[in-house]
């Protein structure tokens, strides 16, 4: 596709639109006692946070010697889906920013479409970001690795230089790092609290780290300004 002059901003999803981490984690730990697995929320962050369901299910059979097969898969996206019509809430601040956001936007979410799109319906976000709304399970490899964020670009027709990526979890700074794209980290949502989460974002160094989602517009404008004219003394 020809690329579009201009900024893009692309947003993750869970943990930057919609304040889905602790349901999702909360459902995968019990998901994985009732397969006689033990785990705490905190190694689920740690090891899960921004993964691909492909990389979750590997990662499931290949250290701990479980098959997420059908069945598996279905009790647990039947009770995540339960719990995020009764407990979902939109990330604070996002709706507005989204209003106030004069730039082109999309989604890039290690999500499956389907929940993407529910999550967004449920939280009353998804008019302001349709039909831009890309999935992991549209690439071959999900985050870190950069394929997502590249084929949302593509798709957007916009230069990976040019495109700002809104992210809450170490895999998905570093997909947008490997993209080479400006990163800013929002660690505003409910998971922050986790014990070391801040200590892994700052360690992948995102370009800008925030926890207030009505900074947003601000920060982005800051951005594109600061790099319109570090071009223009370039030129």
Known sequence: MAQAAGPLVIFDCDGV??????????VLVDALGRRGLS?????????????????????MREEFGIEADDAFLEEMRRDLYAR????LQPIRGIADAL????????????????RIRLSLTL????????????????????KPAPDLFLHAA???GADPAD??????????????????????????????????????IDALSPEVVFDAMPDLLHLVRKHIEGRSGSLSRQA
């Open 123 to 142: 939280t009353g976000l998804i008019d302001k970001l349709e039909p831009n709304i890309f999935s992991a399970s549209m690439v071959e490899r999900g």
């Open 84 to 87: 995020f019509r009764t407990d």
């Open 39 to 59: 785990m705490d929320e905190a190694e689920a962050y740690r090891r899960f946070l921004g993964r691909s369901l492909g990389t979750v299910t590997k990662t």
């Open 99 to 114: 209003d106030g956001l004069d730039i082109r936007r999309c989604v890039a979410s290690s999500s499956q479409p389907e």
């Open 154 to 156: 593509n798709e957007m």
């Open 163 to 200: 495109c700002i990526v809104i992210e809450d979890s170490p895999a998905g700074i570093e997909a947008g790092h490997r993209a080479g794209m400006t990163v800013f980290a929002f660690v505003g949502g409910s998971h922050a609290t986790v014990p070391g989460y801040r200590e892994r």
């Open 17 to 26: 639109l919609v304040d889905s981490e602790p349901v999702s984690v909360r």
